[in-house]
C-alpha cells in the first residue's frame, strides 16, 4: 500500500490568509486526489491532479480558490485560498494504487477563525 | 448523480457481529470499497469488492454486495472495542485511480 503524508497536520488560520497544504507519496503515481471533509460530514472530491495538467476541479470548487500543484509523480499541493471559517474542514489527499486499492493521507485539520 | 446512502448510527455489545448497511443509485460501480474512520485520523481502506463480485470475506470482514438492489452490507465477526469509529462506504464508476463517491458514514459504537 501507498504511503502518503500530509504538512501541516494541522492548523488554525485567520479569515482572508491562505494556507497551503502538502502532501507527499512514497512512490510516483499519476493521479492524485484531493478531498473535503466538513464537520460531521462526508468526504466530497475537490479536484483531481495529474502531474503536468491542469488539475480537473470538481462542481462548486474553483481554481481561484483551492489551487493546486503537481510538480512531480510523487508530490502536490492544495491552497485554499482567502479562507473564511466556512472552509473549517480536513483536507485528504488520496492515490490510487493496484487495481483498485485507493489509499487516503492522514489529513490535515484546517480552523479558520 | 451518484447518491450513497448509510444510517448514521450503530450499537453493538462486544462480541456480538455488527452489520452495516449501504445503498448506492449508480448501476455502473465497478468497485464498493468500505473505509474506517477514528477519531481524529484519516481514513483505513478495509476491503473492496468489485462488482461481480457478490460476497468477499477477509478475517472477521464478510462483505455482500447485492447489485440488483444495489445494496452493499460489512459484517464484523465478533465486534471489539477496538471496533468503534466512523464507517464509510464509497463507489467509484470506473476501474483504476480515479475518485470515490462516500456515503454519509456510519458511527459504531462498541459496548463493553
Known amino acids: 500500500s501507498a504511503v502518503i503524508s500530509q504538512k501541516p497536520s494541522r492548523d488554525i488560520c485567520q479569515r482572508g490568509t491562505s494556507l497551503t497544504i502538502q502532501c507527499q507519496v512514497d512512490s510516483q503515481v499519476t493521479m492524485m486526489f484531493w478531498y473535503r471533509q466538513q464537520p460531521g460530514q462526508s468526504l466530497t472530491l475537490i479536484a483531481t491532479a495529474n502531474q503536468g495538467s491542469e488539475a480537473t476541479y470538481e462542481s462548486g470548487f474553483v481554481i481561484d480558490k483551492f489551487p493546486i500543484s503537481r510538480p512531480n509523480l510523487t508530490f502536490s499541493t492544495l491552497t485554499v485560498s482567502n479562507m473564511s471559517p466556512e472552509d473549517s474542514s480536513i483536507y485528504l489527499c488520496?492515490?490510487?494504487?493496484?487495481?483498485?486499492?485507493?489509499?487516503f493521507g492522514p489529513g490535515t485539520r484546517l480552523t479558520v477563525l | 448523480g451518484e447518491d450513497v446512502e448509510q444510517s448514521l448510527f450503530l450499537s453493538v455489545r462486544e462480541g456480538d457481529s455488527s452489520v452495516i448497511n449501504c445503498t448506492y443509485t449508480?448501476?455502473?460501480?465497478?468497485?464498493l470499497y468500505w473505509y474506517k474512520q477514528e477519531p481524529g485520523a484519516g481514513l483505513q481502506l478495509l476491503t473492496y469488492?468489485?462488482?461481480?463480485?457478490d460476497m468477499k470475506q477477509d478475517q472477521r470482514l464478510t462483505v455482500l454486495l447485492n447489485k440488483k438492489d444495489k445494496h452493499l452490507s460489512l459484517r464484523i465477526a465478533d465486534t471489539q472495542t477496538g471496533d468503534s469509529a466512523i464507517y464509510f462506504c464509497?463507489?467509484?464508476?470506473?476501474?483504476?485511480?480515479?475518485?470515490?463517491?462516500f456515503g454519509t458514514g456510519t458511527r459504531l459504537t462498541v459496548i463493553p
Open positions: 488520496s492515490v490510487g494504487g493496484g487495481l483498485a486499492e485507493q489509499f
Open positions: 469488492i468489485f462488482s461481480n463480485m
Open positions: 449508480d448501476s455502473s460501480s465497478t468497485y
Open positions: 464509497a463507489e467509484s464508476i470506473r476501474a483504476g485511480a480515479n475518485n470515490l463517491f
